[in-house]
């Protein structure tokens, strides 16, 4: 198995609510929004579903985020799930659902967006 779909490549995918067999993000750079295997397995055990327009709606936050020069993010989606994003690396580092994200506190972030 590759390291891209162990990782849960954005778009690759693996039974995390992210579609299964989805063709790789289009990116005018070439790079995708990865996920690590601790953020894969945390949307996974929390049955969270990210479809193909949220995934493309991270990429171009990500890219955003990029050019502004960001270094980790928390990027909230659909009060679904919110993302803790290593930005430089463009690796989603773990998930927090809704119900978990409550009353919680976010360190070690520079920036936030709610897509």
């Known amino acids: 198995m590759e390291t891209a779909k162990r990782q849960g490549c954005a778009g690759q995918g693996r039974a995390t609510g992210i579609r299964q067999g989805a063709s790789p993000q289009e990116r005018t750079d070439g790079q995708e929004v990865r996920f690590s295997a601790h953020a894969a397995a945390r949307i996974e055990k929390r049955g969270v579903k990210l479809s193909p327009s ?56 520079d920036s936030a967006a709610i897509l």
Do not use: P
């Open 54 to 109: 949220d995934l493309t709606r991270l990429g171009r936050a990500v890219d955003r985020m990029q050019e502004k020069g960001v270094r980790d993010a928390l990027i909230y989606i659909n009060h679904a799930v919110a993302l803790i994003v290593s930005v430089a690396n463009r690796t989603v580092v773990t998930a927090v659902d809704e119900a978990s994200a409550k009353e919680n506190i976010f360190t070690n972030i």
